[in-house]
C-alpha cells in the first residue's frame, strides 16, 4: 500500500484515447478498445520490478463487460521483450458505482522504452495471445 501512495504522489499520467505521453520511466502507448477506454496509467518502477496500474472506462451504457488489458514492454528497437496480461479487479462494469474498474500488472523487467497498453474485449482465459 506504501508503494501505490507513493506512486499517487509522484504523479498520475491522464490519458486516453490512442496517445503516446512521455513518463518518467518510459513512453506509454494506449490501444483502447472500441468498447472500453484505458485511462489513468501510470508505472511505477521499483528497480527490477515494474508495476503497471490503470482504470477502464466504458465508451456507452451499453458496455457491461470489462475485459482485460495486454501489457506490452518494448525495447528501443521496437522488439516485444515481453507480454503480460493485466488483471481487472472485476469483469462488468457496475452503473451503480462511479469507481471505475482498475487493472494491474507486475514484472521484473529491464532495458524496455515503451509500455503499451491493448485493451481486449474478451475475458482473461479467451484471450489468444
Ligand atoms: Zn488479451
Redesign the pocket.
Known sequence: MKRFITALAAGILMLSGCSTMRSETADVDIQSSTAVIITHVHIDRNGREVTVHGSLRPKSAAVTRVG???VEFIGASGLVLETV?AETNTQQFSHKSSRSPTFSATVEIEGFDTVRL?H?P?T?QQ???
Do not use: Q
Open positions: 482485460h488489458v495486454d496480461k491493448i481486449h474478451d482473461l484471450c489468444e495471445l
